[in-house]
């Protein structure tokens, strides 16, 4: 099974509804973050969070919400799609910081989101 | 402000040939670290290597090693003897000091690379 999973793996759904992409991981992991990648632009950070009452802003958050409802789960929400969210949707974890602070994050399989 | 960047869209390689695919950041922080993860066709991210800003000596994994010159900002991937399972896009990352504490990472556009049999 995967350490970092992700639901579902594609989805193409119509403008103006709601969206959820789910993340869930059994690496004990406290940090989990999402990320969006575009052709040409490479990942870029939506939300992070260190912990469960912990929840943070990357640089496009804008349109998009998140829960952490456990240690483990980590899920972003789409309220209203529109068609440049169109993207794939990546979950990663990492440790915490420490030491020499090589934690790499690791990545979940991805999410292909296709807003029509 | 901090930056990564990867001048390199697109390379060839010939099967069992080394190739270096090029980073260079941009960083006020004095302690950072860079990554490279490599995104195969079936667009999972792959960890590859990690070095750190103090680290004295150049990281190597395997068939992996990272050409790191600080002075030059430059931490370039070496991949060698590529095999075609190498085929890919390649993403140079940086944490800087700033965002050493959530582990946050700054990610380059990308190298696309093919192994020619």
């Known amino acids: 099974d995967a350490d970092v999973t992700q639901t579902p793996r594609n989805r193409i759904t119509k403008t103006g509804k709601r969206i959820m992409l789910e993340c869930s991981q059994t690496k004990g992991h406290d940090r989990m973050y999402w990320y969006r990648q575009d052709p040409g632009l490479g990942l870029r950070l939506i939300y992070y969070?260190?912990?469960?009452?912990?929840?943070n802003k990357g640089e496009i958050s804008d349109g998009y919400s998140v829960s952490r409802q456990a240690q483990a789960k980590f899920s972003l929400s789409l309220e209203s799609a529109i068609p440049n969210q169109t993207a794939l949707y990546f979950c990663a974890t990492s440790d915490s910081p420490q030491g020499t602070g090589n934690q790499p994050q690791h990545f979940g399989d991805g999410t292909r989101l296709s807003i029509l | 402000a901090q930056k990564i960047t990867q001048t390199q869209p697109g390379m060839f390689v010939q099967e069992k040939e080394a190739v270096t695919l090029d980073c260079t950041y941009d960083t006020s922080d004095p302690s950072y670290g860079l990554f490279w993860y490599k995104q195969p066709s079936s667009g999972e991210m792959i960890f590859l290597i990690y070095?750190?800003?103090?680290?004295?000596q150049n990281a190597t994994e395997g068939r992996y090693s990272l050409n790191f010159q600080k002075a030059r900002k430059s931490a370039n991937l070496v991949i060698s003897a590529s095999q075609l399972g190498d085929s890919a896009m390649y993403f140079c990352a940086m944490r800087s000091g700033r965002s050493g504490a959530t582990n946050k990472l700054i990610f380059g556009t990308g190298t696309l690379l093919a192994v020619q049999p």
């Open positions: 070095q750190g800003s103090y680290d004295q």
């Open positions: 969070s260190f912990d469960v009452k912990d929840i």
